[in-house]
């Protein structure tokens, strides 16, 4: 069988093959159901299994406490911007750490709803480094904090999220995971509640987990619509409104597919997040090495899941995307925002292809010189 290209999108990004596989075998008929997916009825009993074990195995997965809910939603990273605040802020004064492009879309949208204030920043450094929780300045009686704890574009990531308790605060913690979402544990014990769009790691565009405590549950604002309200959303099993099916259904695929991974002895999510060790290490490794290229993020900050790097001479970015496509290295250029090249290598890049993508880049180096 031949090899597909290695796609390094941010988002829409790649679908384990295995899941894309399944679903193209299933599309027409359902397990002898005489439907494929996309016709159920989202109350029907068929659908209703299909939500059930995926709502069940990423619990799982993410080692969910019982408190919290699990929420299937619409609206992307882009919507939970407003969401939250309409169910969490009360209306009143909502702590933002801006380390990056989302953390900053994050606050703009916020004010229509909260009076939102910064609490930290790493804008003096163009986002490369991450501001130390101790150095944060935290609002007395904030509603929330929130953070992004992975930026797609910048290329940071929070290595431990903060312990906003050891920083004196009772405040919950928000996190935006949507790019990092399964690639690593979550401590639970520190976050309030956590979204994710599911286009990076997870599944197709269009579906947007939510994850809660329950005691956040119950406050939004009265101009909140319905089938935003989290309470309205977890009384119905996430079925007040039509939700996204045959999202769920691939990413209830996905979420097979993942415990189904295994790394000596670790399995699930602790098998990915070694695994995406790995292919960071190996791909920053050599970008360090090299006077070609550069990462210009600290080394302590800086994302398993996105790679942002550039050729010390620009003028060679062209021959470098049309010689990667060449190859069946798909997707690598930067975002608009930053420029350069980026490579995203979410779960479902194999340890092959970032060792392709090295391969290639060193080749592209020595064919410059």
């Not at 695994?275 to 090495?289: M, Q, T, V």
Request: aromatic share 8%; hydrophobic share 40%; charged share 20%.
């Amino acid at each position: 069988m031949q090899q597909r290209p290695y796609n390094f999108s941010a988002g829409p990004a790649a679908i384990p093959e295995e899941v894309l596989r399944e679903a193209a075998s299933e599309m027409l008929d359902w397990h002898g159901s005489g439907m494929g997916v996309m016709e159920m009825s989202h109350r029907g009993k068929e659908f209703i299994s299909i939500y059930e074990r995926a709502e069940a195995d990423l619990r799982e997965l993410l080692a969910v406490p019982a408190h919290y809910k699990i929420l299937f939603m619409q609206g992307g990273g882009l919507g939970e911007n407003a969401i939250v605040p309409l169910n969490l802020s009360r209306g009143g004064v909502v702590d933002f750490v801006v380390t990056g492009s989302w953390s900053q879309k994050s606050i703009k949208e916020a004010a229509r709803y909260c009076q939102p204030q910064l609490a930290a920043s790493n804008a003096d450094s163009q986002h490369t480094t991450m501001p130390d929780p101790a150095s944060w300045k935290l609002s007395t009686g904030a509603s929330y904090l929130h953070i992004c704890s992975n930026e797609t574009i910048h290329g940071v990531e929070f290595q431990t999220l903060p312990d906003l308790k050891a920083l004196g605060s009772d405040t919950p913690l928000v996190i935006d995971c949507s790019s990092h979402v399964a690639s690593r544990t979550i401590d639970w014990s520190r976050v309030g509640l956590a979204f994710a769009g599911a286009q990076k790691n997870l599944g197709p565009a269009g579906l947007t987990l939510v994850i809660v405590r329950e005691d956040l549950l119950g406050h939004a604002l009265k101009a909140c619509p319905s089938a935003f309200d989290y309470k309205t959303v977890a009384e119905h099993d996430s079925m007040f409104n039509t939700p996204p099916t045959y999202g769920i259904y691939i990413a209830g695929l996905t979420f097979q597919w993942l415990k189904r991974q295994r790394e000596g002895a670790l399995s699930g999510v602790a098998a990915m997040e070694q695994r995406n060790r790995a292919k960071a290490e190996l791909l920053y490794g050599y970008i360090d090495g090299s006077d070609f290229y550069v990462n210009k993020v600290a080394a302590g900050c800086r994302s398993r899941m996105n790679v942002p790097f550039f050729l010390r001479d620009e003028s060679r970015n062209e021959a470098f995307l049309t010689g990667a496509k060449a190859r069946g290295l798909l997707q690598l250029k930067g975002h608009k925002s930053v420029g350069g090249m980026r490579a995203s290598i979410y779960n479902a890049m194999p340890l092959a292809g970032v060792q392709a993508l090295v391969t290639y880049m060193r080749e592209f180096a020595q064919s410059q010189a």
